[in-house]
């Protein structure tokens, strides 16, 4: 994976990156192996991820990953294209109109496309901010579209 450098947002600065286009993470080479541990670690072991030859006979033409794969990318992903300064600390709080669009065959190469949809101050010590997500496949097919929300508080001024 090549790593992708961006000029960092301060967490005061993050209101004024609304509607700003981020840009693309580096691309993710999605492996059979990655399905396979995914299948395990969540007991999803439907052939279509797990058996290559029997999926291969499909009009899918080999096994897929599964779409919660898929999003478990994004955190990682979308702090490449969002370098922060001056956060503390950021917690998940979850995604809102998720849709699988296409299929990610083993082996394909994912990147995420990712802009700043809204930000809003949750009390005094937090701001919400809400990010749209599009994974995309390097034939140019999307894959995923995601809205995931955030709440990141500033770090204390010592």
Known sequence: MTQVHRAPIAYGDLADHVGADLGASAWWTVTQAQIDAFAEL????????????????????????????????????????????GV?????????????????PAGSRLRAQVSIASTRRRGPDFTEVVLDVGFEREDGTTACTAEFIALLSPKAMA
């Open 88 to 104: 503390e600390t950021v917690i998940n709080r979850g995604c809102n109109l998720v849709r699988f669009t296409a299929p990610v």
């Open 42 to 85: 969540t007991g999803d072991d439907q052939w279509i991820h797990t058996d290559p030859d029997r999926a291969a006979r499909t009009a899918l033409g080999g096994t897929v990953a599964h779409g919660l794969l898929v999003l478990s990318l994004a955190p990682s992903m979308i702090f490449e294209t969002l370098p922060l300064t």
